[in-house]
């Protein structure tokens, strides 16, 4: 009994030392996995600024009230892109806020509220968001009047008229702000006439240059051996050509969700069901909209637009009204109903003028559109009230002319009134775009055409389709987690093959499926190689393992699981040297191989064409090379070149060798031209590049200096 009570409690010792060391080691695991520490409180921030942190429920209200304003004044919900384009706009605010508008804070530039009033109301040069929104339709000239009446009624408009224009009047005093900030930039700049006469005497001169080059492609790596302090040296001196963001490298498998066998039974069943009821339907062109895959409803084809299996029967055998058989075409099942038929133009050429849905509520752009009608139809001239008010960015630049076009290029209401209206013709049309109105300026051509409701299924994957590929994805996933070594050997250095090792494996599981890679990854990317919907893989490779397999991504159509291969860290913003090894030992190998080169060449003889013989190259010759040239003769881009050759001056004048981007250059002056060149012309040219550059490198110089901490990865 006594043995046996000490084996007990040295077993109670035991196994409580081993399940300490466990939950030790799975709370450390998480941290270090996670990035976290015990006593971080930046977990709810998505970022900081000068160590400021955006604290994210602070980051969410204000997305949430500016949301809601949108949704309110289009009566849409926001999509997903709108909604990340909405987060974007806020997180520059804040960015905007911390630097520029702290900067501005120190250097006493403000803007006043007399000053925004002033903006707000001037008749004589409106502010560009004020003219758009206070534009008289009839004239689409600024109406100060109507702006004065909303802002005294501004206490009784409903919430989301009120919130949406406290955003306008943020938005116009923040520009106010920005072009004080530029102006103050610009006005401490300039270029002075010394530096003009300099510009002018660089271009003045130009040399016919001739040179001799040894490539460093020419000198074999073996020839040259670096060491990982050769590569170190060469990183640590061109490091900040290295600036970038951290990223990850990885490798996926996708699966994608095809339709199969009992998809096309289920999508041919459904045509049958429903083909006798659009038979008979009154309306069969809204019957088709609305039940069937095509929105598009009852449209106007040619012979050569119908799918082949319905041409023949809608030109030559069937009637008007009478509906074909159900027919296969593809990835659909189709039946079309003969509505009409008719010889019409070929194309037609119109203009319009655009009142989006976008930018007012559509009984405010129906009236814009009537109002802009009758100023027409009184003489009014098209083409400036296009320019001035149409809010096709596309088209109102050409007054509203949007050249030729065929029928179903565009959608139907706009179609069927250009295509049916005579020339001069002048028309009002609602589309799901907004409101058209149109002028018709000629029709080209004519054949027969013929009107047809299309009722048609697309064969989609059904739920059984998406549960095999699932399952295939997820027994991909869990063999191709079977080469993971236990933590306990991965941290004793074991398993340093393991991207090698499940790459292997995902490459044999995958049966001849290409394994696909995706490079140079950033935090914030939204998508994947373009797949859709996967930024959830992206926000799982920064929170993985060198050689973690994922779990299954959903994304649209596809199911996608991935391996992270690679870790490329970055420091305060420079990319780690063990991210960019392979560049930095590349850089030091031609560095080196620069060296003997230069040595090579410099004893190489007295005259270019000694130097040429002794080093088996031929004499090739760059015309006309100045300062502000490009390329040197037919090497490409070589500034050490161009410099050196211009630099020597006087002719027949020989160099020493110069190091370059594609090899090591012995230059000859051969003749050198002296231009007349205005000095006071280049001073005003430089001098309007550089402050038209200032206000943005400015502030590009600000965000660079307040540490810009960007985690919106974590949630978005």
Same mark, same amino acid.
């Given at each position: 009994?006594?043995l046996?009570?000490r084996?007990?409690?040295?077993?109670?010792?035991?196994?409580?030392i081993?399940?300490?060391?466990?939950?030790?080691?799975?709370?450390?695991?998480?941290?270090?996995?996670?990035g976290r520490?015990?006593?971080?409180?930046?977990?709810?921030?998505?970022?900081?600024?000068?160590?400021?942190?955006?604290?994210?429920?602070?980051?969410?209200?204000?997305?949430?009230a500016?949301?809601?304003?949108?949704?309110a004044m289009?009566?849409?919900?926001?999509s997903?892109?709108a909604?990340?384009?909405?987060?974007e706009?806020?997180?520059?605010?804040?960015?905007?806020q911390?630097?520029?508008?702290?900067?501005? /804070?120190?250097?006493?530039?403000?803007?006043?509220?007399?000053?925004?009033?002033?903006?707000?109301l001037?008749a004589?040069?409106?502010?560009?968001?004020?003219?758009?929104?206070?534009?008289?339709?009839?004239?689409?000239?600024?109406?100060?009047?109507?702006?004065?009446?909303?802002?005294?009624?501004?206490d009784?408009?409903?919430?989301?008229?009120?919130?949406?224009?406290?955003?306008?009047?943020?938005?116009?005093?923040?520009?106010?702000?920005?072009d004080?900030?530029?102006?103050a930039?610009?006005?401490?700049?300039?270029?002075?006439?010394?530096?003009?006469e300099?510009r002018?005497?660089?271009?003045?001169?130009?040399?016919?240059?001739a040179?001799v +080059?040894?490539?460093?492609?020419?000198?074999?790596?073996?020839?040259?051996k670096?060491?990982?302090?050769?590569?170190?040296?060469?990183?640590?001196?061109?490091?900040?050509?290295?600036?970038?963001?951290?990223?990850?490298?990885?490798?996926?498998?996708?699966?994608?969700?095809k339709p199969?066998?009992?998809?096309?039974?289920?999508?041919?069943?459904?045509?049958?069901?429903?083909?006798?009821?659009?038979?008979?339907?009154?309306?069969?062109?809204?019957y088709?909209s609305e039940?069937?895959?095509?929105?598009s409803?009852?449209?106007?084809?040619?012979?050569?637009?119908?799918?082949?299996?319905?041409?023949?029967?809608?030109f030559?055998?069937a009637?008007v009204?009478e509906?074909s058989?159900?027919?296969?075409?593809?990835?659909?099942?189709? #039946? #079309?109903?003969?509505?009409?038929?008719?010889?019409?133009p070929?194309?037609?050429?119109?203009?319009?003028?655009?009142f989006?849905?976008?930018?007012?509520?559509?009984d405010?752009?129906?009236?814009?559109?009537?109002s802009?009608?009758?100023?027409?139809?009184?003489g009014?001239?098209?083409?400036a009230?296009?320019?001035?008010?149409?809010?096709?960015?596309?088209?109102a630049?050409?007054?509203?002319?949007?050249?030729?076009f065929?029928?179903?290029?565009?959608?139907?209401?706009? /179609? !069927?009134?250009?295509?049916?209206?005579?020339?001069?013709?002048?028309?009002?049309?609602e589309?799901?775009?907004?409101?058209?109105?149109?002028?018709?300026?000629?029709?080209?051509?004519?054949?027969?055409?013929?009107?047809v409701?299309?009722?048609?299924?697309?064969?989609?994957?059904?739920s059984?389709?998406?549960?095999?590929?699932?399952?295939?994805?997820?027994?991909?996933?869990?063999?191709?987690h079977?080469?993971?070594?236990?933590?306990?050997?991965?941290?004793?250095g074991a398993?340093?093959?393991?991207?090698?090792?499940?790459?292997?494996?995902?490459?044999?599981?995958?049966?001849?499926?290409t394994?696909?890679?995706?490079?140079?990854?950033?935090?914030?990317?939204r998508?994947?190689?373009?797949?859709?919907?996967?930024?959830?893989?992206?926000?799982?490779?920064?929170?993985?393992?060198?050689?973690?397999?994922?779990?299954?991504?959903?994304l649209?159509?596809?199911?996608?699981? #991935?391996?992270?291969?690679?870790?490329?860290?970055?420091k305060?913003?420079?990319a780690?040297y063990?991210a960019?090894?392979?560049?930095?030992e590349?850089?030091?190998?031609?560095?080196?191989k620069?060296?003997?080169l +230069?040595?090579?060449?410099?004893?190489?003889?007295?005259?270019?064409?000694?130097?040429?013989? #002794?080093?088996?190259?031929g004499?090739?010759?760059?015309a006309?090379?100045?300062?502000?040239?490009y390329?040197?003769?037919?090497?490409?881009?070589?500034?050490?070149a161009?410099?050196?050759?211009?630099a020597?001056g006087k002719?027949?004048?020989?160099?020493?060798?110069?190091e370059?981007?594609?090899?090591?250059?012995?230059?000859?002056?051969?003749a050198v031209?002296t231009?007349?060149?205005?000095?006071?012309?280049?001073?005003?040219?430089a001098?309007?590049?550089?402050?038209?550059?200032?206000?943005?490198?400015a502030?590009e110089?600000l965000?660079?200096?307040?540490?810009?901490? !960007?985690?919106r990865?974590?949630?978005?």
């Amino acid at each position: 009994m006594v043995l046996l009570e000490r084996l007990r409690g040295k077993w109670a010792v035991g196994v409580g030392i081993v399940i300490g060391v466990a939950m030790l080691a799975f709370v450390l695991t998480d941290f270090l996995v996670s990035g976290r520490s015990l006593f971080a409180s930046s977990e709810m921030e998505v970022g900081s600024v000068n160590g400021d942190g955006i604290d994210y429920k602070q980051f969410m209200t204000r997305y949430e009230a500016r949301a809601n304003v949108q949704q309110a004044m289009s009566g849409q919900s926001l999509s997903e892109d709108a909604s990340e384009y909405l987060r974007e706009q806020i997180w520059q605010e804040y960015v905007r806020q911390e630097t520029l508008d702290a900067s501005c /804070a120190q250097l006493g530039i403000t803007v006043s509220s007399e000053e925004l009033s002033s903006v707000i109301l001037s008749a004589d040069n409106p502010h560009p968001i004020m003219k758009q929104l206070f534009s008289n339709p009839e004239t689409g000239a600024f109406d100060r009047e109507t702006v004065l009446k909303f802002l005294q009624n501004l206490d009784n408009v409903q919430p989301a008229q009120r919130a949406y224009w406290l955003e306008v009047e943020g938005e116009i005093a923040s520009q106010l702000l920005q072009d004080k900030y530029r102006a103050a930039v610009s006005r401490g700049l300039g270029v002075t006439k010394m530096e003009g006469e300099l510009r002018a005497r660089l271009q003045s001169v130009r040399v016919d240059a001739a040179y001799v +080059v040894k490539t460093y492609a020419s000198l074999p790596d073996s020839a040259v051996k670096i060491t990982e302090t050769d590569a170190k040296r060469y990183y640590e001196v061109h490091k900040k050509s290295y600036r970038q963001p951290e990223r990850r490298d990885l490798s996926y498998a996708q699966f994608e969700v095809k339709p199969g066998p009992i998809d096309f039974e289920r999508a041919e069943e459904w045509m049958k069901k429903y083909r006798d009821e659009f038979a008979t339907a009154e309306d069969a062109g809204k019957y088709a909209s609305e039940m069937g895959d095509d929105r598009s409803g009852a449209r106007w084809y040619s012979r050569g637009e119908l799918p082949v299996s319905l041409s023949g029967w809608a030109f030559d055998e069937a009637t008007v009204g009478e509906t074909s058989g159900v027919v296969s075409d593809g990835d659909s099942y189709e #039946a #079309a109903r003969l509505l009409a038929r008719r010889t019409m133009p070929d194309s037609a050429n119109v203009r319009h003028i655009l009142f989006s849905f976008q930018q007012h509520p559509a009984d405010r752009a129906r009236a814009l559109g009537d109002s802009v009608l009758r100023v027409l139809k009184s003489g009014g001239d098209f083409a400036a009230l296009a320019k001035e008010l149409s809010e096709d960015p596309g088209s109102a630049s050409q007054g509203g002319d949007l050249g030729w076009f065929a029928q179903n290029t565009m959608v139907k209401p706009f /179609a !069927d009134a250009s295509f049916s209206g005579a020339k001069g013709d002048l028309v009002v049309v609602e589309s799901n775009f907004g409101v058209h109105v149109i002028e018709v300026l000629g029709h080209r051509g004519s054949s027969e055409r013929v009107e047809v409701a299309m009722l048609k299924r697309l064969v989609q994957p059904g739920s059984e389709t998406y549960q095999a590929v699932f399952n295939e994805a997820s027994r991909f996933a869990a063999l191709a987690h079977q080469p993971r070594r236990s933590w306990i050997a991965r941290l004793f250095g074991a398993g340093k093959n393991r991207v090698q090792e499940v790459r292997s494996a995902m490459d044999t599981l995958l049966r001849g499926m290409t394994v696909q890679e995706a490079r140079d990854v950033e935090y914030n990317s939204r998508t994947l190689n373009g797949l859709q919907r996967s930024r959830e893989v992206i926000r799982w490779a920064f929170s993985a393992n060198v050689g973690d397999v994922s779990s299954v991504f959903e994304l649209d159509g596809s199911y996608v699981v #991935a391996m992270l291969s690679r870790v490329k860290e970055s420091k305060d913003g420079y990319a780690s040297y063990e991210a960019v090894r392979e560049q930095a030992e590349a850089g030091a190998l031609r560095d080196k191989k620069a060296a003997q080169l +230069v040595a090579s060449l410099a004893g190489g003889g007295n005259s270019l064409a000694e130097i040429a013989q #002794a080093k088996g190259e031929g004499v090739q010759r760059a015309a006309s090379v100045s300062f502000t040239s490009y390329a040197f003769g037919n090497v490409g881009y070589e500034p050490s070149a161009i410099g050196t050759a211009v630099a020597l001056g006087k002719e027949g004048e020989i160099s020493v060798p110069v190091e370059g981007n594609n090899g090591v250059y012995v230059l000859q002056s051969e003749a050198v031209v002296t231009e007349a060149v205005d000095a006071e012309q280049l001073r005003e040219g430089a001098q309007q590049t550089l402050r038209m550059r200032s206000g943005y490198e400015a502030y590009e110089a600000l965000k660079l200096m307040s540490k810009v901490i !960007d985690r919106r990865g974590k949630f978005f």
